[in-house]
């Protein structure tokens, strides 16, 4: 079967001047492709006749199914049902049973009818009436030269509950592909190098699709089959997986609604373990994040942020001569960190962290960037000396996620 | 002068399946907008050659500047660049200076330079390179049949960069528009009472422009002004700024580049203090918001993250009566963590803070979203109780900007 390709269409002001962020065009596409079409384009237009009506013609022209969102409700500058009108050369026809409906609606909530919502009851001639079951403004389905098209208003809620409700059963009777994807996450290696790995096993693959998200000095690489066989593309994206967290084990760390901390506290709850933070120049963020969890107060009790020299000194019993010695950012502080942070709390793992996270308090033995991260459990500690960049939030970033994937693998027992 | 049209065009296959969230095409139009151009229409299509050249073809014949987002990154869905090469006829040439600067940036780091990497310094000729300052793939600026096209990166830190550094310049030169702008930030006030107030000052200016950008519990107000009187329009904004500042002093806490804690970290270095954090559920959120500010070193030095009923006894001296009797969840509670952290340090001032961040964890009497918030100097407490939302991650955004709200106003003298 070939795959019915799809173009939504948004409608509205506010979109096009970026006051607001148009999210119904993801869920509308999510649900199209969990049908198994193909959104190939997406355009966002003004409340405009002449913008809307060569909208129709390009969408009619290029794609199969085509949703228009937006410009349904009783305001002046929703205008798209008299333009559908024109655009289909048909009339307005009022459905009087709808229309009793509505002023009931009005009445019911103790509201007066304005003449203005009459308009609300009123239809194309060809349209196929979808009925919306959280607001007044009903979708419609239109048949055009064998293809299809959707209007919705563009209020969330009743998009979303026409889209659920009216659109998704009449779409999946028409088509029965499905796809099948899962999003791999990946920490601590460029986009570049990932690409260079990946790329062997992806080749071995047809029907696939590869996409690189970076986000935060982390990459996630979403894959994709589009199958006849479901069972078979399930399977190759779990094969997929397991073949790249066997190549790069120290930097695929999680799939799909996974992230570092989500798996760092399966580890922790699933070995009845728990863990404690001595953080310098992360500043409390390793702990925040641990508690983004819900649960977290399962495996995490207590955090210590240590600033300054004089707090190491004070809460994780780091001695001076270290500090004098060695300095705040290095092997040996960090390792009376961790001693002392275990020592504190009766957690079972240790996090410390202590770098230059800039802009300024660079050397050159140690310029901007320089991170030492340790992690430790009664008996052992790990401690890396890392190199971020110059940018202090996303160096406070990327050294919580490499604290958290070094005490993952080292739960693990692979951190060497 | 007429205005100009612009559009915005987006690559992305991952924006199509609607995995993403297109929020880099709202940034795009606020700025154009301010800068007095009119986005006229929004186009997403897919890495594939065919769509973006149709839509280049399609973009130069209906406005005078054009976007273009996404798909310069390493890998190999990133394709634009050998389609503008094709579309303008033009050669790839590599920028050696580029190169080597790329090289030493992957060795400071410690990553191998992979040889994908080398197609980052390469531009189709015609291209005007833009510097991007927080990342690898350059943007560029091309000069079409009197048009323009600017390209950029789609990862959103890299865009707004080379929006905010490079484009916003050229585009001012070019419209000679003379907007002057503010954002003003506000803290604990709903977007429709802020509206409400903001109303009858914002309607006694013509040719004012407001949007309402909410975001993380806060709300931004982007005030701007297009007038040919540069000192004027700068003047009605410090005006605005300072009456809405007289009518919420509580709500309005800054301008411009300030953050809560920026803000709060001018008012401890200009009166020579400092603050520690004592918290619970939001579990490090407050420290790692202070020390995001570049020099919090020098007002802060200590943070205790205190999860467990047992750690806010050993670090703060809470009494286990206190927790008995009043639940961790209280004032008494957070009171006696307040003087504990400010016994425990050498801090001037103290937050503390206390709350059922949920999902789970709510009574009757303390639902989800029940936080106790405090602040003090070595004299006074004050503190306050809370009530937010069923979402963790925003409870605990919340709390941390109550709390540093709370200790600004605290500090000033306004806090009742």
Redesign the interface.
């Known amino acids: 079967m070939t795959q019915l390709k799809a173009i939504t269409i948004s409608i509205g002001d506010e979109?096009?001047?970026?006051?607001?962020?148009?999210?119904n065009?993801?869920?509308?596409?999510?649900?199209?492709?969990l049908l198994g079409l193909s959104?190939?384009?997406?355009?966002?237009?003004?409340d405009n006749k002449t913008?809307i009506i060569e909208a129709l013609d390009w969408g009619f022209k290029e794609a199969d199914i085509l949703t228009l969102t937006g410009g349904l409700g009783p305001t002046h500058d929703d205008i798209t049902k008299t333009v559908l009108c024109d655009y289909f050369e048909v009339g307005l026809l009022r459905d009087e049973t709808l229309l009793e409906n509505l002023k009931l609606r009005f009445e019911k909530r103790g509201f007066k009818f304005a003449p203005s919502n009459i308009s609300q009851a009123e239809y194309p001639e060809n349209a196929n009436v979808l009925e919306n079951s959280v607001g007044t403004a009903q979708g419609m389905h239109f048949e055009h030269q064998g293809k299809h098209l959707f209007v919705m208003p563009g209020v969330p809620g009743e998009m979303r509950a026409i889209i659920s409700e009216q659109i998704v059963p009449i779409l999946t009777e028409m088509t029965q592909a499905s796809v099948d994807k899962i999003?791999i996450h990946s920490v601590g290696m460029?986009?570049?190098?990932l690409?260079?790995i990946c790329?062997p096993v992806f080749d071995t693959y047809d029907n696939i699709?590869?996409?690189?998200?970076?986000?935060l000095g982390m990459v996630t690489l979403?894959v994709?089959f589009q199958s006849e066989d479901r069972d078979k593309s399930t399977s190759d994206l779990t094969d997929i997986y397991n073949e790249l967290q066997e190549l790069m084990p120290r930097n695929i760390y999680g799939r799909d609604n996974d992230n570092l901390s989500s798996v760092v506290g399966g580890l922790l709850l699933s070995g009845k373990t728990s863990v404690t933070?001595a953080?310098s120049?992360?500043?409390?963020?390793?702990?925040?994040l641990?508690?983004?969890i819900?649960?977290?107060?399962e495996y995490?009790?207590?955090?210590?942020?240590?600033?300054?020299n004089?707090?190491k000194m004070?809460?994780l019993q780091v001695k001076s001569e270290t500090l004098e010695k060695h300095g705040a950012v290095s092997t040996e502080t960090v390792s009376e960190m961790l001693s002392g942070a275990l020592n504190?709390?009766?957690a079972d793992y240790g996090i410390a962290v202590s770098g230059v996270?800039?802009?300024?308090g660079g050397t050159d033995d140690k310029p901007v960037g320089t991170v030492y991260i340790g992690v430790a459990d009664k008996s052992n500690q790990v401690i890396k000396r890392f190199?971020?960049?110059t940018?202090?939030?996303m160096n406070?970033r990327m050294s919580a996620n490499a604290g958290l994937n070094q005490l993952r693998l080292f739960i693990l027992g692979e951190l060497s």
Chains 1, 2 share one sequence.
């Open positions: 979109l096009l001047s970026g006051k607001t962020i148009d999210s065009n993801a869920f509308i596409s999510q649900q199209l492709e959104v190939i384009k997406k355009l966002i237009i003004g913008d999003d460029p986009e570049s190098t690409y260079e790329k699709k590869v996409a690189y998200l970076p986000k979403r994709s933070t953080e120049c992360t500043g409390g963020l390793i702990a925040s641990i508690t983004d819900g649960g977290s107060s995490f009790n207590t955090g210590f942020v240590t600033y300054a004089e707090t004070a809460m504190n709390s009766k996270a800039g802009p300024t190199q971020f960049g940018n202090r939030i406070k």
